[in-house]
């Protein structure tokens, strides 16, 4: 069973500070990675997804990288903002079970300070 | 265009009484799937539709839950006889295929059994 762990569990930085936060999960066996960010109330947005033959992603400030061998995902936020405080989820498309859901991780919650 | 959207964005109900949520997704998109959120947890796969083919049922956690959809558009997610543990933010999602192309959420629907 593909399991996905998520840390720090939560994070707080001043502004203008470069961060990574972590995902692993247990089974390699993946078709993509997806990260997102979740703000209080709403629902999920996608900021990056990688697919299994790929090591990274960027998008604007944020970059993904992709170790699948070792289960392993980063997610770097370069000059961190107070609107980047969210929770962010990692989620791996698994292949098996059908590969037609998303295993999430728990989150890391970050805070920005100004 | 516009997103998946969900309605309704709260319900509260009573334990024992039926519950209907709807998720209308973005047009054009064949995969729809149903989340669950528990306060505290992670992301649970309930569902998957890809256009005609049979459902993967495989995540609902009970005989209570069901879920339909009509061709490639809406999809309603029916609990009977709720209990207090079906309390939950219910997420949507919908992908342009199966195929592992990114899934775009819905603001989910805020479920409250008392």
């Known amino acids: 069973k593909q399991e996905v762990t998520q840390i720090p569990a939560a994070l707080s930085v001043p502004e203008g500070e470069n961060l990574v936060l972590n995902c692993s999960f247990t089974?390699?066996?993946?078709?993509?990675l997806q990260w997102f960010r979740q703000d209080p109330g709403k629902g999920l947005t996608s900021l990056l997804l990688?697919?299994?033959?790929?090591r990274e992603q960027t998008s604007g400030r944020l970059n993904a990288s992709l170790d699948k061998s070792s289960g392993r995902s980063t997610l770097y936020i370069a000059a961190s903002q107070p609107g980047d405080s969210a929770t962010y989820l990692c989620?791996?498309?698994?292949?098996?079970?059908?590969?037609?859901?998303?295993?999430f991780g728990t989150g890391t919650q970050l805070k920005v300070e100004l | 265009g516009a997103g998946v959207s969900q309605s309704p964005s709260n319900k509260v109900t009573e334990k024992g009484k039926d519950v209907e949520l709807r998720c209308d997704p973005i047009?054009?998109?064949?995969?729809l799937y149903w989340y669950r959120q528990r306060l505290g947890q992670g992301l649970e796969f309930l569902i998957y539709?890809?256009?005609?083919?049979?459902?993967?049922k495989s995540g609902l956690p009970s005989d209570r839950f069901s879920a339909e959809r009509t061709g490639e558009s809406v999809s309603t997610l029916t609990i009977q006889r709720t209990q207090q543990e079906d309390s939950a933010v219910y997420l949507c999602?919908?992908?342009?295929?199966?195929?592992?192309?990114?899934?775009?959420f819905g603001p989910g629907t805020r479920l409250t059994v008392t």
């Open positions: 990688i697919q299994s033959s790929q």
């Open positions: 539709f890809q256009g005609n083919s049979a459902p993967d």
């Open positions: 989620a791996v498309r698994g292949v098996t079970g059908g590969g037609n859901k998303l295993t």
């Open positions: 047009s054009g998109h064949t995969a």
């Open positions: 089974d390699s066996a993946i078709y993509n």
């Open positions: 999602a919908s992908s342009l295929d199966g195929g592992g192309l990114e899934q775009y």
